[in-house]
């Protein structure tokens, strides 16, 4: 059996992505690594060759923004060329903003083994951390985060990455035109593991976090946006819950080097997302967390169906 991992960078650290860590966190259980790398404008390239891995397989190319240029659909494009340079029977994707908890990786090996064979099975759901604002806190509001995920697929010319590359589906003779076509896609049939993905896209330097939120806004409105603030306002942070658990022991020195505590904030309104935070979805959010089991949302999106 052979498990490739894949991702694709563009300017990791000028948006402040944990891409080392995020690659790192999956290298031991993955026989090969491919990364997409896009035209960055840092220096993304020399920090994943620092990494200094030969299981790492770098494919250097330039983004087809042009063609690409609304939805996010570049994402998913991306994802699914880094997805057919794959050689494994099963393919792992994690964003560069996501690391895996390392308590996972025997559940995942075990699962990989066990349903190798059995073809009911298209891939693997992962249980989602999302981290807010710092390295403390994290969201459990509903339409903000999702807690679930599916980040293995079997290798499968059919399979293939969908929307803006948060999930996947079987699409028969996908012409790479519309990653957001519903018609003639299927839903893939997955297990879901005991094993958490700690998401840190919503929890990197406000600095950064501004930049990346415009340059996200391009790919998805295809227009340029420009940047009228200095640093990105996460919003009241008492609002957000304090996490308890452990989180992957990789992070640990990116945790204690943090630097932007001065450009959090403890009073005022929370973050501006009503829709996200409004009474309607707080009241439902506590009925999910506090009654239904975990992961359990009301009416909530799956982008799967559960093998059980």
């Known amino acids: 059996m052979k ?11 000028q948006f402040d992505f944990p891409a080392v860590e995020s690659i790192k966190s999956v290298l031991d259980l993955v026989d090969e ?12 390239e020399q920090l994943i060759l620092s990494i200094n891995s030969p299981k790492i397989k770098i494919i250097r190319c330039n983004w087809e923004t042009s063609k690409y240029n609304k939805n996010g659909m570049i ?5 699914d060329l880094a997805m057919e340079a794959c050689t494994g029977d ?9 690391v895996l908890h390392e308590d996972a990786i025997p559940v995942i090996r075990e699962a990989c083994e066990k349903y190798l064979d059995d073809k009911r099975v298209d891939g693997f759901l992962f249980k989602y951390v999302h981290m807010y604002g710092d390295y403390k806190h994290f969201i459990d509001a509903r339409h903000f985060a999702y807690p679930r995920e599916i980040r293995i697929v079997r290798k499968d010319s059919e399979i ?42 919503w929890a990197r330097d406000p600095r950064c976090m501004v930049k990346k939120q415009a340059q996200q ?46 450009y959090l904030r403890y009073d005022g309104p929370r973050i501006n997302m009503k829709k996200k935070f409004g009474l309607k979805y707080r009241i439902i959010n506590f009925i999910e967390n506090n009654f239904l089991g975990e992961g359990q949302r009301i009416g909530g999106f799956k982008n799967y169906k559960l093998v059980k």
């Open 33 to 44: 690594f491919v990364i997409r790398l896009g035209d960055s404008s840092d220096e993304t």
């Open 90 to 98: 099963w393919c792992f994707y994690i964003q560069g903003d996501e």
């Open 75 to 79: 994402y998913a494009h991306e994802t």
């Open 3 to 13: 498990i490739s991992g894949f991702t694709f960078l563009r300017n990791a650290i």
């Open 217 to 262: 806004l391009e790919v998805y409105i295809g227009a340029p946006v420009e940047q009228k603030e200095e640093f990105y306002d996460y919003g009241n942070m008492s609002y957000m819950p304090l996490y308890k658990g452990s989180q992957p022991a990789i992070m640990k020195e990116r945790i204690e080097n943090m630097s932007w505590e001065k």
């Open 160 to 201: 293939h990455s969908w929307r803006d590359a948060q999930s996947f589906r079987r699409i028969p003779n996908f012409d790479r035109e519309d990653y957001f076509q519903e018609k003639e896609t299927y839903k893939l049939n997955c297990v879901l593991l005991d094993a958490y993905m700690f998401h840190y896209g």
